[in-house]
């Protein structure tokens, strides 16, 4: 490749990032998904490597035999990025990316033990633990959405309408439609359709596809208005074990292959990390 196409591609790259980042005002956004992202690599790495026992590699902290989980670090980071970003002048970006960044470390520390807070105890390498990378993942997918732009639906409608001669009745539309929509979207989480619902604020005609179909077979929609449709029931279940279940195997294995395998054979605890 010559100079000249490098230097073009170069700027395409920075024409994108300046366009779509920088002229947006999504820096401190970016700030933080970079961070998120690298802290979460950096922390799995580092408790993978705890739980081989590498000798080279540093330990747990545990000050008088306390073991710190990284979460309590993720807290401190999260509380000092707030109250940084609450008392950073108001124009200054660069103070607001700081912030943003230290922000998404302390998020990725805390949301990779979420598990442990979930069920408050240790479960982080056993089965229950993969919440914390549903949780991970969840994170990263809505925040890669907004930087591209992508926004919840209705958002930044309402000034629009608000700005516009005539434009309240479009903004009462514009209310109805939504309350609709979450009407909608209330009914896709109580079938268990979690995915469908986080996404469906981005994509409101997810709304529409989760509301529709059938309920997951241990969902509260399922437990409340199929026990008296055993028919119904029996297609959930069989909708479950012949389309989901390979799925979530599936996604067992991209888990454990990107945080570790779960659920491991009893090992000496003196150097893991869990």
């Not at 590498?54 to 035999?65: F, S």
């Not at 390498?125 to 919440?131: D, M, P």
């Not at 732009?149 to 539309?173: C, H, I, M, R």
């Amino acid at each position: 490749m010559s100079v000249v196409a490098r230097s073009a591609g170069d700027g395409r790259t920075f024409g994108w990032f300046a366009a779509q980042i920088l002229h947006t005002g999504r820096l401190p956004l970016f700030c933080f998904f970079v961070a998120f992202l690298v802290s979460f690599a950096v922390i799995r790495l580092s408790v993978r490597m705890i739980r081989a026992q590498v000798r080279w590699w540093p330990g747990n902290v545990t000050p008088g035999n306390m073991h710190l989980h990284h979460m309590v670090f993720g807290v401190i980071f999260m509380v000092v990025a707030g109250v940084t970003g609450l008392a950073a002048p108001l124009y200054s970006l660069e103070w607001r990316a700081g912030a943003a960044a230290l922000f998404g470390v302390g998020t990725a520390l805390v949301l990779d033990e979420f598990a442990l807070i979930l069920h408050l105890r240790d479960v982080y390498w056993t089965s229950a633990g993969r919440v914390s990378i549903d949780a991970v993942f969840i994170a990263a997918a809505l925040t890669a959405l907004l930087l591209l732009g992508v926004t919840p639906t209705g958002v930044g409608d309402v000034a629009g309408y608000l700005s516009v001669p005539g434009g309240t009745e479009a903004l009462v539309s514009l209310i109805l439609s939504t309350v609709v929509l979450f009407a909608f979207a209330a009914i896709t989480l109580l079938k268990g359709k979690l995915w469908t619902g986080l996404f469906g604020l981005f994509l409101p005609f997810l709304f529409l596809i989760g509301a529709f179909r059938l309920a997951r077979p241990q969902s509260p929609w399922s437990r409340w208005r199929y026990q008296r449709k055993p028919k119904k029931l029996a297609r959930s279940s069989r909708r479950e074990e012949r389309l989901r279940e390979p799925v979530i195997r599936v996604k067992t294995r991209i888990v454990d292959l990107v945080a570790g395998y779960h659920d491991p054979p009893a090992r000496s605890p003196e150097r893991h990390e869990k």
